[in-house]
């Protein structure tokens, strides 16, 4: 049995995700061969030099679930696109490529975050595009960490702003990319997250029947993607109630 999870936005201020979160890890994850989590894991990431005592704790229960047996596979969402080896190092965890191809049982599944499927937005992409540019990244990573605290505020306050103004069409997945992307990499399945919209929708590419997995973000239930030889099973799953302590609280 294989798990996949996305747009936790792991954020300390948010106890009830990061409790769900942790019986996760727990309990389901355990019985696992394998956790991919596919981007927007925290809220915000502005390095694994900036690691605060939260996010240590998240990387040590990490660390735990893949020294248990259970493998663990990171990738990069629009939030957390500075998240780095050092941080997957000390969580046990290997970082994915996105896109990326994987085996599931014979069958193989194209990987994404998602963003980069919503071709519509052409500011995003623009942003994107500067963001993830190996150079901007360096300089990023090597800003004073005041500074990229102030910028990390600064982009998270503009794309809420901009979210709201845009048609709904345009945040979403732009349709004709989808079997273009799918058929470049020989698939009939994909899962992804980003767009906060969990389905499963069938498609026809060419002559062969395929589907587009949207995983579900977390914010009043969890969603996960159960896979096994029977299939993939979508599912939203209820907190805990959010006046149960969290491990190490008073």
Known sequence: ???????????????????????????????????????????????????????????QALRELSD?????????????????????????????????????????VLLMHGDSLCTRDEAYMRMRRYL??????WILRHLPLRTRRKLARKLRNESRAQT????????????????????EH????????HTHRPAIHKLQIGEQAAKRIVLGDWDRQGWALQVDEQGF????FDFVPTQLALPGSP
């Open 1 to 59: 049995m294989i798990l996949l999870i996305s747009d936790l936005h792991l954020i300390d201020a948010r106890p009830d995700i990061t409790r769900a979160f942790l019986d996760l890890l727990g309990g389901r994850a355990r019985a696992a061969e394998a956790l991919y989590i596919l981007g927007d894991f925290f809220e915000v990431w502005i390095g694994d030099d900036a690691m605060t005592p939260y996010q240590l704790s998240i990387c």
């Open 233 to 236: 099973q979508l599912a939203a």
């Open 132 to 137: 993830r540019n190996p150079l901007s990244l």
């Open 68 to 108: 248990s047996g259970t493998q663990v596979f990171l990738m990069h969402g629009n939030r957390d696109f500075m998240l780095g080896q050092a941080f997957c190092k000390a969580a046990g965890a290997t970082l994915l490529k996105d896109p990326s191809v994987v085996d599931f049982y014979g069958e193989p």
């Open 164 to 183: 709201r103004m845009k048609a709904n069409d345009i945040v979403d997945v732009t349709p004709d990319e989808v079997p273009r992307v799918m058929q």
């Open 186 to 193: 020989g698939v009939r399945t994909l899962v992804h997250g």
